[in-house]
């Protein structure tokens, strides 16, 4: 399978405990995101890399929340002190970013997720 | 991105067609209308997306409005398989923000058999 793949498939800690999510993208694509999704809710964006920059954060990013993209292959996302409220579905993709490709045109490719549930 | 406003839910029957609306009245003429669905349990999939003519693929075809300011999702025969929820994204082709997907609450399409 050369999907975008995430590990774990679920994640249940108690409130306080940090947690490592990671994510390994379609091997040739250099962009990478992260989304969270809470119930009935759609997809929140949360942070993207270009290769192994990060490029944007989202205000929903809290300090709590560090990623990274060593090498601009997989990439990590860590939440420390988790909450309650940071109980969702945590979503990756990537994609393929080319200036011969128009910048609204590319498509992005998810993983199934990390299901968080703090307790 | 722009706006853009679905019907909460629709449902369908097993081997019909299926019109998904979207509307999105304040599209920008640099904006992609892209198309993702999302089955349960599963992340995001990719379904289509246009500029400003019609388009087919081996998933859909999306008809867009002449004035672009709504579009239609077709789903020529559905499956069970198709049920999900579907998202219309506005992505803003001339830079700034697009390089993420907002996306809204969708419409969940419910298929029955």
């Known amino acids: 399978d050369t999907g975008v793949s995430q590990n774990p498939r679920h994640k249940i800690t108690k409130r306080g405990q940090n947690v490592t999510f990671r994510c390994d993208p379609i091997?040739?694509?250099?962009?990478l995101y992260w989304y969270r999704q809470t119930l009935g809710q759609g997809p929140e964006f949360l942070t993207y890399f270009q290769n192994e920059a990060q490029l944007e954060k989202s205000r929903l990013l809290s300090d709590r929340f560090s990623a990274e993209r060593p090498k601009g292959s997989f990439s990590t996302l860590e939440i420390q002190r988790t909450e309650q409220g940071d109980s969702a579905m945590y979503l990756c993709?990537?994609?393929?970013?080319?200036?011969?490709?128009?910048?609204?045109?590319?498509?992005?490719?998810f993983g199934p997720g990390t299901r968080l549930t703090v307790t | 991105d722009a706006k853009t406003t679905q019907p909460n839910s629709m449902e369908s029957n097993e081997e019909e067609p299926v019109h998904l609306p979207c509307n999105h009245s304040t599209i920008s003429g640099t904006d992609y209308i892209h198309w993702y669905r999302q089955l349960p349990s599963q992340g995001p999939e990719y379904v289509i997306h246009g500029l400003t003519s019609n388009v087919n693929n081996r998933m859909a075809s999306l008809a867009i409005a002449e004035d672009r300011k709504s579009s239609t999702l077709i789903l020529h025969r559905a499956t069970l398989r198709d049920a999900a929820v579907y998202y219309c994204?506005?992505?803003?082709?001339?830079?700034?923000?697009?390089?993420?997907?907002?996306f809204g609450k969708g419409t969940l399409l419910t298929v029955n058999p």
């Open positions: 091997s040739e694509h250099n962009r």
């Open positions: 994204i506005l992505r803003d082709g001339s830079g700034g923000s697009n390089y993420k997907l907002t």
């Open positions: 993709a990537s994609s393929l970013a080319h200036k011969l490709i128009g910048l609204g045109a590319y498509e992005q490719y």
